[in-house]
């Protein structure tokens, strides 16, 4: 159930660590909880169904006194059994055990602009700000909206078609119809976007390496990117990314790399991984803090170990 890497991460202020994995038969989705780093979080865990690749949560400590996980949802199973390409974001609360939801749960948004799909949630809730990430055509799309005018949106009943099934344990390949209360975004006044085509010159081009994760902080939109490129058998060079851009799409923090990712002998001596295999995945802006999300493995073995590095945020005008 949980050999699979890490893939989106949350960081609550009383130090709890939520993370997200896709389980081991592909189409769950494992959400789980850690009371603080270095400690055992598969004893919390929540299960969901058909919800997506996890590529960004947002955990949130709500006045109720419950969290609850903002994530992909509706989803779709491509080719390879996995499943992502989701139509939907939702907003679901943290109980740990199986959920019984197929594709969604809690309340869920659907972004709803131009057949964009891929939609990954990020969230400041001290700036009130919600950032929205979608893609189409090889291009990925960014949207700001106002946190509170989203969660003040009514219920509508919206319509999304999925494919699901066809792997061990999923049952028979089908495409499913869904209509759903939810909230659409197409309502809701946006505050800013923009779009970043996928880059050619990997050495210079913002999205020239896979889309790792995005995050709203304030005025400014995160974008992070990186892989464990494969260089012969179980020897990898990874690159990671980050660039910082206003809402408009203006890069006011150049594309600057993340040198320990890229620093074999020094994951070596961490103890991280002998292979050089470090693929960033997700990332946070907390409290003045950059952290980033950074899964670590051996070749091909089942030893994975998730790691957040945490930076120091540069303050902008």
């Known amino acids: 159930m949980y050999k699979r890497q890490l893939q989106g991460f949350d960081i609550l202020p009383n130090g709890e660590i939520y993370y997200s994995?896709?389980?081991?038969?592909?189409?769950?989705?494992?959400?789980?909880?850690?009371?603080?780093?270095?400690q055992n979080a598969q004893d919390e865990v929540m299960i969901l169904k058909h919800f997506g690749h996890g590529t960004q949560i947002v955990a949130e400590k709500a006045s109720d006194g419950k969290t609850y996980i903002w994530l992909n949802s509706n989803a779709s199973v491509d080719d390879s059994g996995e499943y992502g390409n989701n139509w939907s974001f939702s907003r679901v609360e943290f109980v740990p055990g199986t959920n019984e939801a197929d594709g969604y749960a809690g309340d869920t948004f659907f972004l709803n602009k131009e057949q964009q799909y891929d939609q990954q949630v990020a969230v400041d809730?001290?700036?009130?700000?919600?950032?929205?990430?979608?893609?189409?055509?090889?291009?990925?799309?960014?949207?700001?909206?106002?946190?509170?005018?989203?969660l003040a949106l009514p219920l509508k009943e919206m319509t999304v078609s999925v494919t699901v099934g066809g792997g061990t344990g999923d049952g028979?390949?089908?495409?499913?119809?869904?209509?759903?209360?939810?909230?659409?975004?197409?309502?809701?006044?946006?505050?800013?976007?923009?779009?970043?085509?996928?880059g050619s010159d990997k050495e210079n081009d913002v999205y020239s390496y896979s889309h790792?994760?995005?995050?709203?902080?304030?005025?400014?939109?995160?974008?992070?990117?990186?892989?464990?490129?494969?260089?012969?058998?179980?020897?990898?060079?990874?690159?990671?990314y980050v660039t910082v851009f206003n809402y408009s799409g203006k890069i006011v923090v150049p594309r600057t790399e993340v040198a320990a990712v890229a620093d074999k002998a020094?994951?070596?001596a961490a103890g991280l991984t002998t292979t050089g295999y470090a693929e960033g995945e997700s990332l946070k802006v907390r409290g003045g803090k950059l952290y980033l999300g950074v899964a670590c493995r051996d070749g091909s073995s089942g030893n994975r170990r998730a790691n957040i590095l945490v930076y120091d945020c540069v303050q902008g005008e």
């Not at 994995?21 to 270095?38: D, E, F, K, M, W």
């Not at 893609?135 to 106002?146: A, L, N, T």
């Not at 209509?179 to 946006?190: A, P, Q, S, T």
Request: hydrophobic residues 35%; glycine residues 12%.
């Open 21 to 38: 994995q896709v389980g081991s038969n592909a189409y769950t989705l494992n959400i789980c909880r850690a009371a603080g780093p270095n």
């Open 125 to 150: 809730f001290d700036a009130r700000r919600l950032l929205v990430g979608s893609r189409k055509s090889g291009v990925r799309h960014f949207w700001i909206f106002d946190l509170d005018e989203v």
């Open 172 to 198: 028979e390949k089908q495409t499913v119809e869904r209509k759903i209360m939810g909230h659409d975004l197409n309502d809701c006044r946006v505050l800013g976007g923009f779009s970043v085509p996928a």
């Open 212 to 240: 790792q994760g995005h995050e709203v902080a304030g005025n400014y939109v995160y974008f992070y990117e990186g892989n464990a490129v494969e260089t012969g058998a179980d020897s990898f060079e990874s690159k990671a």
């Open 266 to 268: 020094g994951l070596a």
